[in-house]
Nanobody, 119 residues
């Protein structure tokens, strides 16, 4: 069973930075895609940043230029560096990994980490 363990959330003032980490229980390169999602209270979960195997990260427009997705294969860990944080970035952030099997997406999720940005 795949496990994804997030860390790095917390409370930060607007304009500040946080780095989220997601440690996987197996090589991150065995997944077809990995990404970060977030869910604010009363909102649907949205994709923040994602990368497919061998590709470059894609970002939702609202975080472009502020957030950076990166990977460390030796540590089986992906990161989300978040700079210039805004109150609207407040949400629970989830790490996601996907495998495609016969056209079906198999999704794995972390437990989530809370990010709160105060104004």
């Amino acid at each position: 069973q795949v496990q994804l363990v997030e860390s790095g959330g917390g409370l930060v003032q607007a304009g500040g930075s946080l780095r989220l980490s997601c440690a996987a229980s197996r090589s991150i390169f065995t997944f077809n895609a990995m990404g970060w999602y977030r869910q604010a209270p009363g909102q649907q979960r949205e994709l923040v940043a994602a990368v497919t195997s061998g590709g470059s990260p894609n970002y939702v427009d609202s975080v472009k230029g502020r957030f950076t997705f990166s990977r460390d294969g030796a540590k089986n860990t992906v990161y989300l560096q978040m700079n210039s944080l805004k109150p609207e970035d407040t949400a629970v952030y989830y790490c996601n990994a996907k495998n495609m099997l016969s056209g079906t997406s198999i999704d794995y999720w972390g437990q989530g980490t809370q990010v709160t940005v105060s104004s």
